[in-house]
């Protein structure tokens, strides 16, 4: 057994750290560790900070050790392994839960064994969800923009290397601009734009632009937990669940016939989605 990894992410308050202690204190059989990822308010500072348990936490089942990481962007991908290496000296086989608000770095910075989504009930359905006008717009950004997108993980475009296909239009820099790579559009009309949604690569990209960018997350995790709290708007829960669940039959292949998706007040010691997802929890990490 080595290091396991569970990334606890969602926009802020919406719960992470109550389910993060939920499941130390009733989903695992070992004790875990706790990280927190911030971002750097400073952007330039990266820091692995020990921090001491709090006074509240529950004596049953404490943190193993907690840490504090502030982190850039650019730097995450090294900031992160350093940490959960500070982990592994204090426990090879140990479990760690990480905490962090939505951010796509922190998305891919690391292959963590388990993922969790958390959200606190919506106050509309535009918090979670673009409107169609708005999706149909980032749709056709993600067509026009690979040819940028590769630019800025490959490498700058040399103008003479620009693909010379039909439909494929180049755009040198106007001198008065200064130096700048050439850049590659596509022209993309409605006819390919419906032939790449019936592809399923298309179709899932399409699932994942209709969500608003804080929560892209939720396509890609093991559970998704909806927090109602003491009190939500009931018509737009159920809209948003009904919507989240559409999305999760269309994206997740893989769901291995357990159920993805939850919410109640979690809580709420006497809501029966307390229990269903203990039990979820559990059976995710093969308890």
Known sequence: MSLETLFVSGPSTGGKSTVARMIADHALDRPAHYIRMQRAADRHTNAIVEMEPGTDDPPSNGWSSMHAVRYTSDRVFETLPDTLRTVRRLDRNGFTIIEADSDPALRHAYPYDYRVFVMCAPPDLATVFRTPEGAAVALQQVMQDTASFASEIFGLFDATGLDDSVGVEHE???????????????????????????????????????????????????VVVI????????????????????????????????????????????????????????????L
Do not use: M
Request: with cysteine; hydrophobic share 35%; net charge negative.
């Open 172 to 222: 040198l820099p106007r001198p008065s601009l200064g130096p700048a790579p050439a850049v590659e559009n596509l022209s993309v009309g409605e006819s390919q734009i419906r032939h790449f949604v019936s592809s399923p690569l298309g179709a899932e990209i399409a699932s994942r632009i209709q969500l608003q960018p804080e929560f892209h997350a939720l396509v890609e995790s093991d």
């Open 227 to 286: 927090n109602t709290g003491a009190t939500s708007d009931e018509e737009t829960l159920d809209e948003c669940v009904r919507r989240v669940e559409k999305l999760l039959a269309r994206v997740r292949h893989d769901a291995r016939r357990q159920s993805v998706l939850y919410w109640g007040d979690i809580q709420d010691t006497d809501d029966p989605i307390r229990y269903k997802l203990l039990r979820r929890f559990r059976t995710l990490f093969a």
